[in-house]
């Protein structure tokens, strides 16, 4: 099944059961990430991207410059296990991910979730490639991807969805990226990025393949 398919079944199942005002506080949070310039912030394709070391769900260094000695990269970014819609992309990636290797690329996906998650989530999943804890945002933020919650929305996931989104992380605030996914070719160079403030929305990992042949 392509991701779009698992993504349009979950759309169709939380749009039942969100309550109407909750929906209405998200959509308003996404809108305003599209106006208020947040989307401008992102990394362009033709930018170098920012290196960075982040610890795997073994508390190994993994390098972006050591990873793209050996082909393009994919930095996959994603808001943690909690969410279906950043499940779902990682098990679609996961699922192409010897097929990306086949072809020469390296894929990593970084996640603001604690260590104790990102070991659950990669265990859970087998995951085959790695999963990176980005404490803090950090490497979101250099990357032009992380917002900060408002009251408002911050209510609708303490109160609706039981989620308390600093402790998850075990961060110093409530902050999380805008989902994104980028190629990087062998010199850091970013040559494609995607990003989209509706979390509900990813490409498909497919697109991947089709960005790498032209470079």
Not at 35 to 51: E, F, M, S, Y
Not at 75 to 99: D, H, I, K
Not at 121 to 126: H, N, R, W
Request: charged share 25%; hydrophobic share 40%; proline share 6%.
């Amino acid at each position: 099944m392509q991701l779009e398919q698992t993504l349009a079944a979950l759309r169709d199942k939380f749009v039942k059961i969100i309550p109407d005002g909750a929906s209405a506080i998200m959509e308003s949070h996404i809108e305003s990430l599209r106006k208020n310039g947040a989307v401008d912030q992102i990394l362009k394709p033709g930018t170098k991207a920012p290196a960075f070391m982040l610890k795997n769900r073994r508390g190994e260094d993994i390098s972006s410059v050591d990873l793209i000695k050996h082909g393009p990269l994919v930095v996959s970014f994603t808001r943690g296990s909690w969410c279906p819609f950043c499940a779902a992309e990682v098990r679609a990636l996961n699922e192409v991910y010897e097929q990306f290797r086949q072809a020469g690329i390296e894929l990593v996906v970084l996640s603001p979730q604690s260590p104790d998650s990102t070991q659950k989530q990669a265990t859970a999943e087998k995951l085959k490639f790695n999963l990176l804890v980005d404490k803090d945002n950090e490497i979101g933020k250099a990357f032009g991807l992380v917002y900060t919650f408002p009251e408002d929305l911050k209510n609708v996931y303490r109160n609706v969805f039981k989620l308390d989104i600093q402790a998850l992380n075990d961060a110093s605030g409530w902050q999380l990226p805008i989902p994104a996914r980028f190629v990087i070719d062998g010199s850091g160079v970013i040559r494609d990025a995607k990003a989209d403030p509706d979390y509900r929305y990813r490409p498909e990992p497919s697109e991947v393949f089709d960005i790498t042949k032209k470079l």
